[in-house]
């Protein structure tokens, strides 16, 4: 099938290494959103009806200087909702803020709040959202060096924040976050997908809404997985929701840019994690790094994007391609490594909707000397009009 690249914005690197967990977002309807910080570093989303081919003028959300972005979707929790929900940092009043987009009525904004009240933010903090499946939403972050961080929580969608919850936060900017939906019969339980920098591990922090606390494991050992700061580029660690099997679905490099580095797979509900029986991509040549996943709703089908070829011909991050790989069986086989993109681009940012119908809209950050931009790789023999249900 064929592809195509869109330009959908002119972006800073504020975009990427504030390491905002920021995704694609396709709605019930079939219409793609995109929230992205545009070049005067102010916020914006612009959205597709046409699976990304054309886009409509950006809508803007914010003016000032923002630092980093997270956003989840009602539906990825399961919720019958609508709403696209937004976090953001910036320094000015250097304050993590919250708006939403109603999609099902015209695109409204809800309203900004103040999630929480800072003193200091810098750039290659760390930001995330997410929506439990009670409803409630949770925000992780570390906006300053490790000196003002925590996570909050807010009962009525974000309307007002006022609980403090137990900080799972390390004390390190460096460190990263993904906040996804908890599986057991508490639904105001979510987790944490935890990057730590200074550690070199990667581990799962389950939220225990009842108890206020915490449980860490780790998913991959303390001095096995390096971190690649986000200043320099990111994810390299995706997070998807597995609604049909009441679980989340994690990819993530061991290293960047390495030899023999590993893009592995996880399964994680609420009490197990269970590797994949086959790595993504194993004993890489050099060169590779950045991932998103997405899963088909449709056939379940996994779908893994990551940048440079395996064998090494490209340079990461400056010269590279994005290519995927699909497993039909729950990552027990990986199919072949195919080529998603026409150019070479220098790319420091990667993301996918992670449950999309059809085909896949891949957004990545093309580091363009004289405007750089977010682009987006589509099928081109898209309809025009999907409509389906558990997005």
Known sequence: MARAEIIIGETVSNHYNGAGTNYVVETLNGVVYQVYVDRLADLKFTKSADGGLTWKDPVNIFTGNVLGVAVWYDRWSGISGDLIHIAWYEDATDDILYNNINTASGDALGGQTTVFAGNTAVSGGALSIVRGRNGDLRVAGSIDAGAEDGAWSSADVGATWGDTIADPSEGATQDQYFLLPGWNADTADVMLIFGDASANGLSVKRYDDSANSWAETAIIADGSWVDFTAPNSFPHVAVAVDLANSRNIIVAWTAVDSLNADLRCFIIDDTTITETATNVVLNSTDDQGLCAIGIEINSGDWYVFYCGKTDGSESFSTSVQVYYK??????????????????????QWLVCNPRFNGDAVVAFYNAVASAPRIMVSVSSQKPYARYQIGI
């Open 326 to 347: 699909v497993s039909t069986d729950d990552g027990a086989t990986w199919g072949a490594e195919t080529l998603l993109t026409s150019e070479l681009h220098s790319t």
